[in-house]
């Protein structure tokens, strides 16, 4: 059965910085392609970003583009997002998911496997 934790988020001062975790059972993390997606109160979800599983080559959504960072652990069968200088509308619940293809996009309905969400709140 496959399964997906998030964890990390809360709540940080506009500026400020979180790391996001994205553990996995059930499947191998370095097999898979895993996007991270945000859904804000209102809005429908956005692609974040998103690592490859042969290469470890990442996207970024323009939002995000030079402030976030995607990595992932092999060993620890994790992924992470770092967030640097937070904006008030980074505020969103924030999922990973994880897909079998040969390349990584942004768009939620290619990844069948979801985590539940965690939730980043940037606010003073």
């Known amino acids: 059965q496959v399964q997906l934790v998030e964890s990390g988020g809360g709540l940080v001062q506009p500026g400020g910085s979180l790391r996001l975790s994205c553990a996995a059972s059930?499947?191998?993390?370095?097999?898979?392609?895993i996007g991270w997606f945000r859904q804000a109160p209102g809005k429908e979800r956005e692609g974040v970003s998103c690592?490859?599983?042969?290469?470890?080559?990442?996207y970024y959504g323009d939002s995000v583009k030079g402030r976030f960072t995607i990595s992932r652990d092999n060993a620890k069968n994790t992924v992470y997002l770092e967030m640097n200088r937070l904006k008030p509308e980074d505020t969103a619940v924030y999922y990973c998911?994880?897909?079998?293809?040969?390349?990584?996009?942004?768009?939620?309905?290619?990844?069948?496997?979801w985590g539940q969400g965690t939730q980043v709140t940037v606010s003073s």
């Open positions: 998911a994880a897909v079998m293809t040969v390349f990584c996009g942004l768009d939620e309905y290619e990844y069948p496997y």
């Open positions: 059930g499947i191998t993390l370095n097999s898979y392609n």
């Open positions: 690592i490859t599983s042969s290469y470890g080559s990442t």
